[in-house]
């Protein structure tokens, strides 16, 4: 969609394209699991092809990454908007930290190392969402 090119956090766009995407798609183990399966299979392919014309690991233009880990960070997690935005934030935290193994996965070859260590990012957003509503109720905001 071309968000990859914006002149500032271009994986800041990227993630907020995931959220939108998030939100066509239905609350459903399969349709979200299926849009899961479907970028990330994309995003393999295309980072390769990527990293093949640029020259570059991990070229920045490449935000599918971002994409796919804002999809795996909502992952049938109830949240209303308010939630939602703190899921945003949460997993751009992560994705910028990258806590072991997200470091490590950064580190496989191709495409499948750009996706891996956004997908583990949103692992632990997910996760770490889950804690929350487990402890404080719901983030349905």
């Not at 970028?39 to 092809?49: K, M, N």
Request: contains cysteine.
């Amino acid at each position: 969609m071309g968000v990859g090119y914006a002149p500032v956090a271009p994986g800041t766009f990227g993630s907020a394209v995931g959220l939108l995407i998030w939100l066509a798609v239905p609350r459903s183990f399969l349709a979200q699991g299926a849009a899961i399966v479907a970028v990330s299979a994309i995003g393999v392919w295309s980072g390769t092809v990527a990293e093949r014309h640029s020259g570059r690991v991990d070229p920045g233009y490449v935000v599918i990454d971002e994409v796919a880990g804002m999809l795996v960070t909502l992952f049938l997690v109830p949240l209303g908007w308010g939630g939602a935005i703190g899921a945003f934030l949460l997993f751009r935290l992560f994705d910028i930290i990258k806590p072991y193994p997200a470091n490590r996965l950064e580190r496989l070859h191709g495409g499948l190392g750009i996706m891996a260590d956004d997908i583990m990012a949103g692992i632990y957003a997910n996760l770490v969402l889950r804690l929350c509503i487990w402890s404080f109720g719901h983030l349905a905001i």
